[in-house]
């Protein structure tokens, strides 16, 4: 069946792509299935947010997350 995942990106991977979205996938998606999908590179990946708490990779999703995918960040 089917879930709903809300997806929020931020900074330069909002660049061609979409703030927030909410988006279908099939039930076991894996974050790393997204961001797959989203054609980003995993080595730029900072913080990832499941519903406002730290998760990896490997983290399945479920109908009505909300995912927030922030890019490394660097400067000082």
Do not use: C, W
């Amino acid at each position: 069946m089917p879930m709903l995942v809300n997806v929020k990106l931020y900074a330069s991977f909002r660049t061609d792509r979409f703030a927030m979205e909410s988006r279908h996938y099939p039930s076991e998606t894996t974050i790393r299935d997204v961001v797959h999908e989203l054609s980003l590179q995993e080595d730029e990946l900072g913080t990832i947010l499941v519903n406002s708490r730290r998760a990896g990779l490997h983290a399945h999703l479920a109908d009505g997350d909300t995912l927030a995918l922030f890019p490394v960040l660097s400067g000082g």
